[in-house]
């Protein structure tokens, strides 16, 4: 029953900044894990950072240091603030929740980072 919508992404020049939201409905998700994952064309999904229900997070080692992964349990919300955007960031971004029964994915939402 749970979906996830990603949005707030585009195009951005190298060193921007964008805020991508992923909102979920149906289920709450505030004592499940949820993360960020990237697929670049021709590559592999990758994670880009998970944040668990007590608020703990872990980054990609790529990312670590500019981006920040956030939950507002009230809104069944999660957050990835990028900063310093590079153009190695250029990915579609997917939000993923992860429960006993499943494994929910959004439908993803570009990220475009000009040099």
């Known amino acids: 029953q749970a979906q996830l919508v990603e949005s707030g992404g585009g195009l951005v020049q190298a060193g921007g900044s964008l805020r991508l939201s992923c909102a979920a409905s149906g289920t709450s998700f505030s004592r499940n894990a949820m993360g960020w994952y990237r697929q670049a064309p021709g590559k592999q999904r990758e994670l880009v950072a998970r944040?668990?229900?007590?608020?703990?997070?872990n980054y990609a080692d790529s990312v670590k240091g500019r981006f920040t992964i956030s939950r507002d349990n009230a809104k069944n919300t999660v957050y990835l603030q990028m900063n310093s955007l590079k153009p190695m960031d250029t990915a579609v971004y997917y939000c993923n929740a992860r429960t006993s029964w499943d494994d929910y994915w959004g439908q993803g939402t570009q990220v475009t980072v000009s040099s």
């Open positions: 944040i668990f229900s007590d608020g703990s997070t």
